[in-house]
């Protein structure tokens, strides 16, 4: 308001030297003048009624006033421990059908086959401004339920620190269900490379790095994987063993055997390096490699592209694992998945996805699959009564195992920002009669069906 006043006071001044050069008489100036101290006098008068007015607070004032409640609001975030943390999570309701056991299944738990789960995810930032933070994942219903409790420590702007629970990185899928092109799983089931031939979790520490701009990144970790898997011993604290068979040249001698030795934990490297040679398109390459109790090596190399309405991931999997076969030998793996995905629609997406495990030697076994777990396609090769086709002469075990091709197809419909209707057919082609049907017959083919909600938050 003081600035408008002397902006005034000076206007108005500055008339008067013009006002003296125009005038022809001294009559003319002398009438001029008492004009312009008219209405100087004027103005004058309203400016002192502007000054008599409450005049607003000033601009700097009503800054300085929003600071100091923001201030005030971070110092009580701070205080109760919220600031940067981040909540989010996932809820999945699906019903589930397969020709198999031909239950309608509604069911709350999650497993390797059609299903429904939930996972709340809690990230927080540490408060002192250095880049440590943690994230929490809870599953419940789920295996593990807390699927991810690590933590990531700078050590400067390319490299860190992350130790914990952490869960496995190899393939192109991950276990959320609110999919996109490159985080979570776009159909209701996961392909068998994933369900059969890979680890689950790591407990333990390492590094990740970023390289080249961002356009590499490598990450890696020692720790235990799979605990749970560790533990091998019965009832008695002895050695989980199979009784497949007798000796046929002698039936008083037990041919059975030990998957392996102790449930000491198994302790394993993994590490994964991604290659981004561009915004949509990625090139990973990962491995496992664990000793100690469980012997076994993995490789994976997985990819993707995303090209308008087009979305491509491939994944082609090696590995084995010695004591893991059905006769008592190494189990080796070799697999391939491919997924294809068409939005017709912003809204509406199509997919398809093939898998292949070639599983046949030492009589079947995988990762997950541990010397022939009969029901998923894979173990040893059976015939249409269930029986197992080919046995060694000598030890009586199989010596062949069953080779396991999926086929899905379905469609995920965006109904809204967080919301996804999914539905899914699922085609399971085993070479051996190696799914066991609820009447008691055996079958090379398992259909299965699903439709789900998944809500995002």
Request: hydrophobic share 35%; net charge negative.
């Amino acid at each position: 308001m003081r600035f408008q006043k002397k902006l005034c006071v000076l206007a108005i001044a500055s008339l008067f030297p013009l006002a003296s050069a125009l005038a022809q008489t001294p009559s003319d100036t002398r009438k001029e003048i008492d004009e312009l101290k008219a209405q100087l006098k004027m103005l004058q008068e309203k400016l002192e009624a502007l000054s008599n007015a409450t005049e607003p607070a000033p601009l700097v004032q009503q800054v300085n006033r929003l600071e100091q409640r923001i201030e005030l609001q971070q110092t009580a975030s701070e205080a109760s421990g919220f600031s940067g943390l981040k909540v989010n999570g996932v809820i999945e309701a699906a019903y589930k059908y397969n020709d198999s056991d031909k239950k309608h299944d509604f069911s709350a738990s999650a497993g390797n086959g059609v299903g429904e789960f939930a996972m709340l995810q809690i990230t927080k930032e540490s408060q002192d401004g250095q880049g440590v933070d943690w994230t929490l994942r809870l599953m419940p219903g789920g295996d593990p339920q807390v699927h991810e409790a690590s933590l990531s420590i700078p050590l400067n702007k390319d490299n860190r620190i992350i130790a914990g629970l952490i869960p496995d990185f190899q393939g192109y899928e991950m276990v959320f269900a609110n999919a996109n092109a490159t985080l979570g799983n776009q159909f209701i089931t996961h392909n068998a490379l994933y369900d059969l031939a890979g680890a689950t979790v790591y407990t333990g520490m390492g590094m990740s790095h970023t390289l080249n701009g961002g356009k590499v990144a490598l990450k890696w970790l020692v720790g235990n994987v799979d605990k749970g898997a560790d533990t091998s011993l019965d009832a008695n604290g002895n050695p989980v063993v199979y009784t497949v068979a007798m000796d046929p040249n002698d039936l008083t001698k037990d041919l059975s055997f030990s998957t392996w030795s102790s449930s000491a934990s198994t302790v394993a490297l993994a590490y994964r390096l991604d290659y981004y040679p561009d915004e949509t398109t990625y090139i990973g390459v990962s491995g496992l490699h664990g000793s100690n109790n469980r012997n076994f090596n993995i490789m994976a190399v997985d990819g993707g592209v995303t090209r308008g309405d087009w979305q491509y991931n491939g994944q082609l999997t090696l590995g084995e694992m010695q004591r893991a076969a059905a006769n008592g030998g190494t189990a080796q793996w070799a697999g391939v998945s491919a997924f294809v995905s068409y939005k017709i629609v912003p809204r509406l997406q199509l997919m398809a996805r093939a898998d292949y495990i070639q599983n046949s030697n030492n009589g079947g076994g995988t990762y997950y699959d541990n010397g022939g777990t009969f029901g998923n396609g894979l173990g040893p090769e059976r015939d249409s009564t269930g029986t197992v086709i080919a046995l060694d002469a000598d030890t009586g075990y199989a010596t062949t195992g069953a080779n396991l091709t999926r086929l899905s197809l379905g469609t995920n419909y965006q109904i809204n920002a967080n919301t996804q209707w999914k539905t899914e057919y699922r085609l399971d082609q085993s070479t051996g009669y190696n799914f066991l049907l609820d009447d008691g017959t055996y079958s090379k083919t398992k259909n299965s069906l699903g439709t789900s909600l998944v809500l995002s938050f």
